[in-house]
């Protein structure tokens, strides 16, 4: 902005001052015309306005005849000297013309000397003036401006400070919030809305806040749930063996029946441990898959033949349907872990004599399997949680139910690990659908 203002002011100058020259030498132009000043230069009333002028802009006024000559020169340092140039040569054919040399601080003018019928060109009147005013002007401005620059400068970054200091106020008590809920102080949720970016954050950390917390509180049940079950057939066997101990001469057929309900009490805890190890396994962040192209129709049908046996001991029945045969890469260990999980929950919570049936279709990209039963359901409001390690939807009927309580969530983890999605949601016959849906292609990320 400086240098816009003191170039601007110097251009108006120059054209102001360049104006008021030639007004002067046009007045001086017509005199010489008159009093025929080219051919007799001794005038004194001439020479002294001439001298007069050039001295008033600090300048140099020269006064050429038709034949290139000086015959008058306020510095008296080249009359009678021949005088060609490109300025004196468009004057002499009727144009004025005007140049200003920055460097050296001089405006030139050369202006025409008509004849009293204005038809014939006489002579050229050259004049040279200084712009020293003009630059000591403009250095006073250049000081000025600085001065004003500095002020600005101080000005606007106090006003910056104290309005970055108001604008960034939210964030801090973001900040400290953020850092108290880090520290374990504070467990309340943001509600700093004093732009929309920071309701928006608010929003975002509050939905994170959440999600850490339903898995803090998830980690919390699931460590609990973990110590139940553990804890559990070690106190069976603890009461076993002390009982064993506290009698004396014990028959034989009662040692026998106590080491089977040991051992049917150290099965339960190794399939716990098992399924345990199995979710851990699963939950790593970069698991071992080992991805095969397989037969998904025949994966199924020996699955369901496996299960039979279970399912007949209820009279619940087992079926099979699909739309053509499908071949997918996936890893078959872990997803037929997924499917005996779901299909086995479908036997366990069903009615005796229901039925469960799992559904095989596919398009282009994906194939989708949907195991049915008729069981004893599923509430709506218990869908997104029937994933989470241990959780039973009817926890009194826990006891009466065998299971470890962490099948879902292993089929959940598989089904993740191939990159699908499984949903759950109830069917007609008051029974549950889940939905598994996986790619035909694995893409590794």
């Known amino acids: 902005m400086q240098k816009v203002l003191i170039r601007n002011y110097e251009s108006r100058a120059v054209e102001v ?38 001295n008033i802009y600090s300048g140099r006024i020269m006064v050429v005849n038709d034949e290139f000559t000086v015959v008058f020169d306020t510095y008296d340092l080249d009359r009678g000297r021949v005088i060609i140039s490109e300025s004196v040569s468009k004057a002499s054919a009727g144009n004025s013309a005007t140049f200003y040399d920055a460097e050296t601080k001089y405006i030139e003018i050369s202006s025409p000397i008509y004849d009293g019928n ?25 000081g000025v401006t600085e001065v004003l620059i500095i002020i600005m400068t101080v000005v606007i970054a106090l006003i910056a400070f104290l309005i970055g200091s108001k604008v960034v106020r939210p964030f801090r008590r973001i900040t400290d919030s953020i850092e108290a809920v880090t520290e374990g102080f504070d467990d309340d949720y943001l509600h700093e809305n004093a732009y929309e970016e920071t309701e928006v954050l608010s929003v975002a950390f509050n939905k994170m806040l959440g999600r850490m917390k339903v898995l803090d509180d998830s980690r919390q049940e699931f460590v609990a749930n973990v110590s139940h079950e553990l804890k559990t057939p070690l106190t069976s066997m603890k009461v076993l063996a002390d009982s064993l101990l506290a009698q004396e001469e014990v028959p034989p057929e009662l040692y026998r029946e106590f080491m089977q309900d040991l051992s049917e009490e150290i099965d339960r805890e190794n399939i716990v441990i098992n399924d345990l190890l199995t979710l851990v396994k699963l939950d790593k962040t970069n698991p071992h898959l080992t991805i095969e192209n397989q037969n998904i129709n025949e994966m199924l049908e020996r699955i369901l033949k496996r299960l039979r046996p279970v399912a007949a001991e209820r009279n619940i029945e087992l079926v099979f349907e699909s739309y053509g045969p499908v071949m997918a890469e996936v890893d078959e260990i872990k997803l037929v872990l997924a499917f005996s999980n779901l299909i086995e929950n479908g036997i366990k919570y069903n009615h005796d004599n229901g039925w469960v049936k799992v559904t095989l279709d596919a398009d282009h990209k994906w194939f989708t ?15 997104e949680r029937i994933f989470e390690r241990f959780y039973r939807v009817d926890k009194s009927r826990s006891g009466e139910i065998s299971g470890t309580g962490l099948g879902l969530s292993i089929a959940r983890s598989a089904v993740l690990l191939h990159r699908g999605a499984i949903k759950v949601q109830g069917n007609d016959d008051g029974g549950t659908d889940f939905n598994v849906r996986i790619p035909l292609t694995y893409i590794a990320i």
Request: with cysteine.
């Open 369 to 383: 399997v949907i195991i049915s039963d008729s069981g004893i359901g599923i509430p709506e409001e218990e869908g």
């Open 118 to 142: 204005k038809n014939e060109v006489l002579g050229v009147m050259l004049t040279s003036v200084s712009t020293n005013a003009i630059a000591e002007t403009m250095s006073i401005l250049e």
């Open 17 to 54: 001052r360049t104006a008021e020259v030639q007004n002067q030498c046009t007045i001086l132009c017509n005199q010489i015309a008159e009093a025929s000043f080219l051919k007799d230069p001794s005038g004194e009333v001439l020479q002294s306005e001439l001298s007069q002028l050039a």
